[in-house]
Structure formats: C-alpha cells, structure tokens
C-alpha cells in the first residue's frame, strides 16, 4: 500500500471519526481463480477432495520439478484486470523466498515489481472510486492444520497437519490503494468486487471456503497530516467481520494517540468471537523474502489480440447491469432491490421473467424477496414467476395471496401460479365483499377507526387486520387501505 | 562372441544388425565395472540387475522384430542428480539419503525410449557444487588415469565412468563447467549444449537459469549422437526452445574449410604453459584444416567468475531451501518446526553447500541485492554482449578448458578460491546461456589430458561439432 503522505481523497464531515481522525484503509484481497488445474501443474484446482489426491511432483517442489504457467489462468487474471480498469502490461514472476511447513519449494512464486495488471479503479454503487495499485498472479500454499494447543497455532500444538490440495492453486491479489474512508465503503468495495469476480466467472470468491481472503490494512491520522502508521488485519472471513474488524481497530488506533501513544507497525489477528485484533507479529520480525526473477518461467507478455479478445468476451459487469436493470424496472441503481440482485447475479433472470411478459417491478421485488440463496440462475422458471406477477398485476390475487404463491413456486422449483391460486381457494374478491367486511372492522372496533379518523395512520392497522382475518388472507391490503381512505375523506 | 565395440553407435549398429547382444554388450561393461569400481568410485550406486533385465528385454525386442531405438542396448551412465523414477536419487548429498523420485527426468525418459540401458547413478560433488568430486557426501571419485588425482567436478563420476570404460557414454550437468571440466580431465569429450536445448525437468536444480544437461563421450560423434537423443522441445521445461532436436552427427565430419576460429587475446591469465602450448597447437591444426584463425577480445571475461558466484549461489539459496525435511528425504527431529529445519539442514549439507547458501542468501537480501545480485546480471548482460561482437566476427571461439590438469586430491579443497579458479574458462559460456564442449588434445604436466574448449554462440551447435571433430582428427593424429 503506498503511503501517500497527503491524499486528495478527504472524508467528507459525515465520514469524519470523532475527535477529527480521518480513518485511512486500503485492502489487499487474495482470490482463488476457478481454473480447471493449478497455476504451474496439472493437478485439478478443486476444493473439498481427500486431503494430498490433488498433487504432482510439481505441487511438492520435488526436486527437479519445473512450473509450466496456466493459460486459462493468466486469462482469467487478465479479466479481472479489464474489470477493474488496469494496464495489462508485460510481466515476470518472482520468488517469494520464506519456510514454512506448507510452503512445498519454500518460496512462493509470485509476482513482485513488474506485475500483470496496474493502475485500475472501482467506482462502488454509491458512486465512490477505489484505485487499484496492482492485480498479480500468484500460487497458493498449503493447508496447515495445527492439532492440539490453546489457540491453534503452530506454536503450542503437538503436531501439524498438511492438506497440499491447495498449494499452487492460481491466486489474484488485487491491491487497493488507501483510498478507502469508512468501514461501510470498504464492505462495499468487498461486495462489489465479489459480484464482479462471480460474474467474470473468475472466481467463485466465497469468504467462508477461504477462496476470497481480504486483508485490511488500517491506519488513522488528521486531515492535512502525513498518514498514520498502519496496521494489517488478516483473519477476517466474512464482510460484516471486515466492517467491524475496521471500525474496532480504527477506534484502537485513537485510542493509543489519544492518550499520547503510538502505533507500531504490525500484522493484527482479527478475533470474531472476542470482537477485537491481536497482534500477530511486529514489523521487526518479518520476513526478509529476498525476492529475485524466477529462473523458471520466461517473462509473460499477452498479445495485444489476446487482450482485446478477453476484452471483447467479458460479459456485462454489476455497474452496467445496475443500470439496465434500473431502465428495466424505473427504481434507481442504488436502491437496494436493485444491488441485492445484481450482487447475487439475478438480474439475467429478472430479465427473462420481463421477457416472459412478466411485469417488471413485482419481478424485482419477487426475487429479491423470495430468491436470497436461489443463485443466479433460480430453478423456478421465468415463466411460471412471470404469470403470478401478471395475476399480481392484474388485481387477481392480493399481495398477500401472491406472496403465499410465491412460496409454493420456490418450493417446488415453479408451477402454475393460476392452478396454485385457484388449488388454495385464491380468488379476487369484489370490491363491494370487501367494503363490507372494512365495515364490519370499523363496527367491531370503533376506538381504532376514531384514532385513524383522527388522522393516527398507524391506528389503519387493527382495521386491516381484521379485514385480513376474516378474509383469510384474501383481501388485497392496497384495496383495503383505499376503501378505508374514502371512508374518511 | 564377437568383439564389443568400443562407441556408443558402434554398440547400437552391432546389435540392430544382430553381431552381439545387448546383453553381452551389458555384461561386458558390468565386468568391466566389478574389475575397476572399488578404485575409481565412480558411481552412488551399480543398477545391475535392471540393467540386465533391459538388455534381455532389448535382445527379446529385436528377437521379435519389434522396433528398437537408435541408442539400442548402449550402456549409459547417469549423474545422481537426475531424477530416475523408483531408483535412489542423492546428488550426493546426505539430505536426499535415500529417496526415490516418483518421475523420471525428460532425459532419463528418452534415452529409455532410444533403447540406452542405464547402469548406474554417477558420483558428484554435492548439489553439483565442486571441481573436484571431492564435495561428495559419498567419498570422492578417483581420476581413472592417476587415480592420485581428482576426476574434475561436479561431474566427475560421470567422466570417471567413460573415462575408466564402464559406460560408453554418460549424462553429466554442467553450470559453470561441470561436465566440460571433468571431462578434459578424464580425458574424455564432454558436450553442455545451448541453455533450453535440452529440458532441465527432473534435474536437480543448482542454479537453474545456468544448468544445462549434457553429455560424455569417447568420440565426438557419439557426444553428438546422445546429444541429438536428449535434445529438443519439452512442454514440462518452460525455458525449453521451442523447436525440435538438430541434427548434429553429421556435422562431426564436415571439416572446417573456411570457418573462422576465434583466438581471444585478452583471456584471463592463469593456464599452466603445457596447455597454453595445446591450444597454440589446436590452433595450427584448425588453420591447417583449412579454417581462418580471427583474433577477438571479451573484455568483460574477466569479471565472469565474479558474478558467477553470486548469481549461481543466490540461485541455490532459493533452490535448496525445499530441503527442509518436512515431506522428503533427510529429518532430524528437533523441540519445534524451525529448529528442526535447522538440525535438518545442519546435517544434511556439507560445507561447501552451506558456504554458497549463505553467500547466495546474502546477495538477496534486502539492502545488498543492488550492489551484489543486481550488479552480477549486469556483468552477465555485458558478457552476452561482448560474445555477440565477438560471433559477428567468427563462428565459434577456442579456449583452454580448464586451466589445469588434473591436480591430486587435497590439492584445492581447502582454499575455496583456488578451486573457484578451475572454472575460470568455462564459466562465461554459462553466463551467456550458450553450448560449449570440451575435446581432449593432448597431453599437459604429469602427462595428465588437456581439453581443448569450442564456444558457440546459441544454437551454435552444429558448427561446434565441425570444429570438435576436426581437432578430434589432429588429436588423433599427434597422439
């Protein structure tokens, strides 16, 4: 992260911490490209297998193994690269000199001064632009199990096991500049990125399976001052535990300065449970990684042909399908409706419900309500949500009755929603049966109907939930909501 | 039974066209290996039975007149520092102390598939680091001449084993010298090609953007037949050139009528007169021979050694560091990870090892990469371009191999730099990632062989073998 002393990017007032602290962060976010093999081997890149099935001499750094470099996987770091704005230049790797137990070479191949792609951006749905300082190729290690001890450390337990599967699996480390001002930003940039890696198909880029790991390198410091010293926060596994990773070590950090004391440059462990950062290690102690070109690969130069056809076949990202699906359905790209079905990669489906002749609006509030862990591609088909919404539309079924529908098609995986409807006893009822029974609520309770007169909108509800009681469910709110608004007007 | 022959393609022509057996041919080496090895020490290990059993399946192939390759029954020796699958693997070093590659090494495969029989794992110095086989965890290898005096290193077993007739032909590998060097003195042809020509997968890496595999030979033919064999485009090597083999045999007997032959008048000082005075020989043979001598200057030679031995033990720091005893070879337990890797590595490498992983982690480390590491690529830089005004004036360069003949054991090893200085010659061909090969000519002090060294520049290595085989031809002739 470079440590730039005086930044054009200010905190406006509200993003402002107490006391005048400007909160400074940059991410670096490590993800797993979904490649069919391993970065510089043949073995699958599969999560989940046996542990050590998925290896090779070149896995375990046998001696005399070579890396013979992944196309696919230099293509699908050249996606993200486009995605985000970089320079695709040309590049060598790296070694990456450290031991440990589930580091196979010990070194890591990587990339150091000459990475793949620099200087990109992200503009986040609420409009604020993140540089990004560099996207590199890079190879996974192992996985050390540490068996026995307090903390699960290597240090303390009485022995270690190592899964292998993993290492040399194709990393991307994308690297933020600290242009990041909140902790709320920096979840937005996670998600973001998160839609973008998915809809890429670069990544599959779930938290909780490590295959997208973020790091928060978090300082504070005075607007008009030099930035503070920062610290890095690793162990962070889901983006609510980022925010509050953030916001916990932002307060720290004043707290320190506050009572005039300073802040060492260190690696922090982020602990969910406690809901506080540990130090993990001080700058002092680390590594010296004497990082030198890799005599193994030759220097990796993509054509311009193949760039521009990388380009040419990415598809649509989440800020142009924000903005489609905002012509489509008239709500505005940052509404929540709007980013929720865009982040999970929806919106080719609320798409094809329009398609279908499905009305627009109830689509989008159909998925984003009922479709949370559907995925992309929900097995409900568009057609089938494409009617209720019609039926919605139309005033056949209230919203209540479409909701109850709706449920039905989900758990099902699609249905006719008409023989649903009609299987349930749905049926549109006339508006005089429902202005009878508004009278009958007013009649049996007068007190709610003289507040609600009175102008208590809040009152409205006693009287709409008899209505709906005695209607099973079958009274459509907004009818009922109408009738009681000419009754008092 | 029939004479064996004493070439490696006099072998494979006498037993496609039925006068021997391989297995007689095998027998016959095996004999000569029981007679001699106790004195010379020339192999970590004698793979005797496998390689009866090949040959039996050779001779049942051709039995059955199935389809047999062109090294057919050729006894072959092989460094212990390529990877032979189910077989010992050392590099002579007690860290790897018995383990068994689950691969075999690009090479190792296709000199199976020509029909080449292995006989054994060659001695070397330890990781390939050393002149003299001397560095060997195993005991040192004796030159089969003077067996007073050291084979020449890394490879020195590999030289030894030609040397001594207990392969006709044999692998070595070469990154500052080692196979040229043990080869003049043994006495034998040692050949490192053009850095990519042959695949580096499944050798144990040294410095790897400067180790290059090759052979030895008793002729030069038979350097180019192995070499032709090993060489061409491996998918599993990605510096490996991107084309097929040469041919390369041919050219042994071309002549050199109208080649331009490279005299370097400012090579660096040191060469004992008797090989001074083979050079100037080979010079006149060459010229006699109908070639043109052109006088050309490499000013930068002189700092080779310099940056050789930085770029070489930075390479190895990196490279050796997978020694750990975690999932392979030599452990020695310890309270905790790191002190274990410490105990491991403590008794696991020798001296010489451990002096170039610490020269070579010094040169990388922050704050001296600049002036050290950074600094010797470019002097390597400055080399390649002093070759490359050179090669516009000639097509290949002759130099003295080593500056010395073989010397008596002891004689070096304690004075790092005096053995350092062995490699003055051949280590500039490295630096610039070009074939270079070795042709014994005569003989220097102690009537101990000298070799005489032909440069080329890359994929240089037809008009190499012109020249190799024409002082191949005055050699014999003054001999």
């Known amino acids: 992260m470079t440590q730039d002393p005086l930044s054009s990017i200010i905190a406006t007032d509200e993003q402002m911490l107490e006391g005048g602290w400007e909160l400074i962060v940059g991410l670096e976010v490590h993800v797993e490209l979904a490649t069919k093999t391993k970065l510089f081997s043949g073995s699958p890149n599969r999560f989940g297998d046996e542990p050590n099935t998925n290896i090779d001499p070149v896995t375990l750094g046998l001696p005399g193994a070579l890396p013979v470099l992944n196309k696919q996987a230099v293509e699908l770091a050249m996606r993200i690269g486009i995605a985000l704005n970089c320079d695709i230049q040309p590049c060598i790797f790296h070694r990456k000199n450290y031991f440990y137990p589930d580091m196979p070479k010990a070194y890591q191949i990587s990339q150091y001064d000459i990475p793949l792609n620099i200087d990109g951006f992200l503009v986040l749905p609420s409009g604020t632009r993140v540089g990004v300082e560099r996207a590199h190729l890079e190879e996974d290690t192992g996985k050390s199990t540490h068996v026995g001890g307090a903390t699960g450390r290597i240090h303390g337990s009485d022995y270690s096991l190592i899964d292998f599967n993993r290492a040399g699996v194709p990393l991307v480390e994308i690297v933020s500049r600290p242009d990041i001002r909140t902790s709320e930003h920096a979840k937005e940039y996670v998600a973001e990125l998160r839609a973008i890696l998915e809809v890429i198909g670069a990544s599959d880029a779930k938290m909780e399976e490590g295959s997208m790991r973020v790091d928060a390198n978090v300082s504070v410091h005075k607007p008009g001052t030099l930035f503070g010293t920062r610290c890095e926060i690793k162990n962070v596994n889901s983006i609510r535990a980022l925010g509050r990773a953030i916001d916990y070590e932002a307060r720290r950090q004043i707290d320190v300065l506050d009572s005039g004391g300073s802040i060492r440059q260190e690696t922090r462990h982020w602990d969910d449970a406690e809901g506080r950062t540990h130090t993990l290690r001080v700058k002092e102690d680390a590594d010296d990684y004497r990082y030198f070109p890799e005599p193994d690969l030759v220097p990796l130069a993509p054509s311009a042909e193949w760039v521009q056809a990388v380009r040419d076949n990415l598809p649509m990202l989440p800020a142009a399908r924000r903005t489609a699906l905002s012509v489509l359905t008239g709500y505005d790209t940052q509404s929540e409706a709007v980013i929720v079905v865009v982040e999970r990669g929806q919106h080719d489906y609320v798409q094809a419900v329009v398609d279908a002749g499905g009305d627009a609006v109830r689509a989008l509030i159909y998925v984003q309500q009922g479709f949370a862990d559907a995925g992309p591609v929900p097995a409900v088909p568009a057609a089938d949500l494409a009617k209720l919404t019609v039926l919605e539309r139309d005033a056949k079924l209230s919203a209540t009755q479409a909701k109850t529908v709706l449920a039905e098609l989900v758990e099902h995986g699609g249905g006719d929603a008409a023989a649903i409807a009609a299987a349930k006893g749905f049926e549109a009822m006339d508006t005089s049966t429902v202005e009878a029974m508004v009278d009958e609520a007013i009649a049996a309770d007068p007190g709610a109907w003289a507040k609600y007169m009175a102008g208590d909108e809040k009152a409205s509800g006693a009287i709409v939930g008899r209505v709906m009681k005695a209607s099973q469910g079958k009274a459509d709110g907004k009818i009922v909501t109408a009738i009681m608004q000419s009754r008092r007007s | ?479």
């Open chain 2, 1 to 479: 039974m029939a004479t064996i022959p004493k070439t490696a393609s006099g072998i494979a022509a006498a037993i496609t066209s039925k006068q021997i057996t391989a297995r007689e041919v095998i027998d016959s080496y095996l004999a000569q290996i029981s007679a001699r090895e106790t004195d010379i020490h020339a192999f970590n290990l004698v793979t005797a039975d496998a390689a009866r059993a090949h040959a039996d399946a050779i001779d049942a192939d051709i039995a059955a007149g199935r389809p047999i390759g062109p090294l057919a029954g050729v006894p072959i020796a092989i460094k212990d520092n390529l990877c032979t699958h189910g077989i010992e693997t050392t590099c002579s070093s007690k860290i790897l102390e018995g383990w068994k590659p689950p691969y075999d090494a690009t090479v190792v495969s296709r000199l199976r598939d020509a029909g080449a029989i292995m006989v054994g794992k060659t001695n070397l110095d330890e990781f390939a680091m050393g002149s003299s086989t001397e560095n060997s965890a195993f005991g040192p290898t004796r030159n089969p001449l003077d067996t007073s005096r050291v084979p020449g290193g890394s490879s020195g077993g590999s030289a030894a084993a030609v040397a001594a007739g207990f392969a006709p032909v044999s692998l070595g590998s070469d990154t500052g010298g080692s196979i040229r060097q043990p080869a003049a003195l043994c006495g034998v042809v040692g050949v490192k090609p053009t850095y990519g020509l042959v695949s580096r997968y499944g050798l144990c890496a040294y410095a790897s953007s400067l180790d290059q595999i090759g052979p030895f030979a008793t002729t030069v033919a038979d350097a180019a037949l192995i070499t032709e064999v090993i060489a061409g485009h491996d998918a599993m090597d990605s510096t490996s050139i991107p084309q097929p083999a040469p041919a390369l045999v041919a050219s042994v007997s071309q002549g050199v009528v109208g080649m331009r032959i490279g005299r370097v008048t400012d090579l660096p000082a040191g060469a004992e007169p008797e090989v001074i005075a083979r050079l100037n020989e080979a010079f006149a043979a060459l010229e006699a021979a109908g070639a043109t001598i052109v006088d050309v200057t490499l000013p930068s030679l002189s700092y080779a050694l310099t940056a050789y031995y930085l770029i070489a033990p930075a390479e190895a720091s990196s490279n050796l560091a997978r020694y750990d005893g975690v999932r392979y070879g030599l452990r020695v337990n310890a309270v905790d990870t790191n002190s274990m890797y410490g105990a491991t590595r403590a008794a696991g490498f020798g001296d010489e090892v451990k002096r170039r992983i610490m020269l070579g982690t010094y040169a990388l480390s922050a704050g001296y990469y600049d002036a050290y590491y950074g600094k010797a690529l470019k002097v390597r830089r400055l080399i390649a371009e002093d070759f490359e005004r050179a090669y516009a004036q000639v097509d290949v360069i002759l130099t003295p191999t080593s500056p010395v003949v073989a010397f008596p054991f002891g004689d070096k090893v304690d004075d790092p730099m005096a053995m350092y200085l062995c490699d003055i010659y051949t280590i500039p061909t490295n630096l610039a990632g070009h074939p270079a090969m070795s042709v014994p000519f005569g003989t220097g002090a102690h009537g101990m062989p000298v070799g005489i060294q032909v440069l080329a520049p890359a994929l240089g290595e037809a008009p190499m073998f012109r020249v190799g085989g024409a002082l191949e031809n005055a050699a014999g002739g003054s001999k």
